[in-house]
């Protein structure tokens, strides 16, 4: 069936830190990839998104590119702040079929930044 | 107003009561569903309703059952309450049009089985 995976958490870095957190998937189809992020006491909302091969998806200075060679949508941003502490998803739809609109979740990564 | 709300936002109930989540959501989609998250294992799709006279089981639907009252409403009821039901719930809806596949999720409902 299909799977996400994510790096284990949690995750802790200084303020205008680099933060990478991988996300590989399997899938039977054709998925369209999510990053979701859910703030304390909050529920989930999306962070950016990535439709096809190739794709580089963004929003609030993250970044994430679909790699369909490596099956992965590795979430990035190159200066953290700590209003970025959160959890984050990742997660994968099919395109088309009874499935669609479906989602699969990875099992997040909690991220806290220091000041 | 917010988009999707939920109630209750916290409950504590005792094994083997029967309780029931509502929600309720004002964007006009057709898609509903209910997730329940626990630490480490992030969200698990319990049901889903691809419209109104749509009910699915999601990945653990034992022991919930759903109802989608109108396209604007779907709850969750947990007949017989066990303490391993004890998470956060949430409530979500999506349009159905492919590129607009985007979940919008409630606020959540916290619930202690003791």
């Known amino acids: 069936g299909d799977s996400v995976t994510q790096m284990e958490g949690p995750v802790t870095l200084s303020e205008e830190a680099f933060l990478t957190i991988n996300c590989t998937y399997t899938?039977?189809?054709?998925?369209?990839l999510f990053w979701y992020v859910q703030y304390p006491g909050e529920g989930l909302q999306l962070l950016l998104k990535?439709?096809?091969?190739?794709d580089k998806g963004s929003n609030k200075g993250f970044e994430a590119t679909y790699r369909k060679e490596t099956t992965s949508f590795h979430l990035e941003k190159g200066s953290v702040q700590v209003s970025d502490s959160a959890v984050y998803f990742c997660a994968l739809t099919l395109a088309g079929g009874t499935s669609y609109g479906k989602l699969t979740f990875g099992q997040g990564t909690i991220l806290t930044v220091h000041p | 107003d917010a988009d999707v709300t939920q109630t209750p936002r916290n409950r504590i109930t005792k094994t083997g009561k029967r309780i029931m989540l509502e929600c309720s959501q004002t964007?006009?989609?057709?898609?509903m569903y209910w997730y329940r998250q626990d630490p480490g294992l992030g969200l698990r799709l319990i049901y889903y309703s691809f419209d109104v006279k749509d009910i699915n089981k999601g990945e653990i639907s034992d022991g919930y059952s759903v109802s989608r009252q109108a396209q604007a409403k779907f709850s969750l009821s947990l007949e017989s309450a066990i303490p391993n039901q004890t998470a956060l719930y949430f409530c979500?809806?999506?349009?159905?049009?492919?590129?607009?596949?985007?979940?919008?999720f409630g606020p959540g409902t916290r619930l202690l089985v003791l």
């Open positions: 899938a039977t189809g054709y998925p369209s």
């Open positions: 964007k006009g989609h057709d898609r």
């Open positions: 979500a809806t999506s349009d159905h049009i492919q590129g607009r596949e985007t979940q919008y």
């Open positions: 990535a439709t096809k091969a190739d």
